[in-house]
């Protein structure tokens, strides 16, 4: 798969001297889906603005589509253009997304600074907000809208320009479970299309649902692998204040009353049901 990013031991600290990152190298491929997690303070934040080019490391190298990115090109708005196209941001604070009197009018600022205008802008903006389901919003006010709603026009911002790749910082926050499913199900259908996924988070039973590779994060990477390793490596995830989702606390126990365990799945609904087969007695049929 070709190589999109690459950080090349890379650190970063904010102008009052706190240091964020410290010694970071790693290298994603187009269409791999990644979960960042790790403490509270761990750097993942940092290393997504990072990853988005929104600032350059303190050092080390990064490298986006092939193009080694610095201060200067940084702040290069006409260079960085088609760059930033390529890549979809969502933040944290929805609010930091939607600042227009409509929901149309801040999914369509993205566009209009891409020149697009008339029916094409329409067609694009009704098409992100009918990929969310949240069409009857367009001529909402963002600021009345609930934090699911507010969470899938900040996302619609986000996709609107058809990214390459999406980077969400913790999409999933504050929400109730059926928005929550809502947003992982966007993710998904986002991947299945081949983009690519990066996307820092708190919500530990998420990650299996939408990730297929976790980077453990605290300030430097403390591992970064296959789900399937990651998940299950109690230490790391004790040592990063990490829970380990059910499904995973659960293979366990079965692994010590010595169940076999080889297609066990990590998604929780999926282990539920596979939970559900095995004890019934009618696993094998
Ligand atoms: P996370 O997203 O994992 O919670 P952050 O990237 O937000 O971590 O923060 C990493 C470190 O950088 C923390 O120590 C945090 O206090 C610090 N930090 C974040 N933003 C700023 C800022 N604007 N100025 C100074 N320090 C900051």
């Avoid at 999109?4 to 009052?16: F, G, N, V």
């Avoid at 790790?38 to 190298?61: C, D, H, Q």
């Avoid at 610095?70 to 760059?83: C, G, Q, S, V």
């Avoid at 926050?173 to 966007?186: F, G, I, Q, T």
Wanted: proline share 5%; no cysteine.
């Amino acid at each position: 798969m070709k190589k999109i990013l690459e950080l090349k031991d890379i650190s970063y600290r904010y102008p009052d001297g706190t240091g964020a990152l410290s010694g970071v190298s790693m290298e994603i491929s187009e269409g791999e889906s990644i979960a960042i997690v790790g403490p509270n303070g761990g750097g993942k934040s940092t290393l997504l603005m990072i990853l988005s080019a929104l600032v350059p490391p303190s050092e080390g190298e990064i490298w986006i589509f092939g193009e080694k990115m610095d201060e200067k090109l940084i702040d290069n708005a006409k260079k960085m253009f088609p760059l930033r196209k390529r890549l979809g941001i969502m933040f944290q604070d929805p609010d930091v997304q939607l600042f227009s009197a409509t929901v149309f009018d801040d999914v369509a600022f993205g566009p209009i600074n891409y020149g697009i205008s008339g029916k094409n802008l329409k067609k694009m903006v009704m098409g992100a907000l009918r990929y969310l389901g949240i069409e009857h919003l367009a001529e909402r006010h963002p600021y009345e809208l609930s934090g699911g709603e507010k969470r899938k026009a900040a996302l619609a911002t986000t996709i609107v320009s058809d990214p390459e790749v999406l980077i969400m910082d913790e999409p999933t926050a504050d929400l109730d479970p059926e928005s929550r499913n809502e947003v992982v199900d966007v993710i998904n259908r986002f991947r299945e299309t081949g983009k690519t996924v990066i996307v820092a988070t708190h919500d530990m039973e998420m990650v299996p649902e939408v990730a297929g590779r976790v980077i453990v994060l605290n300030k430097s990477i403390m591992m970064d692998g296959r789900i399937e390793d990651v998940l299950i490596d109690k230490e790391v995830m004790e040592k990063a204040g990490l829970e380990r989702p059910y499904s995973v606390r659960i293979l366990e126990i079965l692994k010590k009353m010595g169940i076999p365990t080889e297609d066990f799945p990590f998604k929780t609904e999926e282990a539920l049901k596979w939970m559900e087969h095995a004890l019934s007695g009618h696993k094998e049929d």
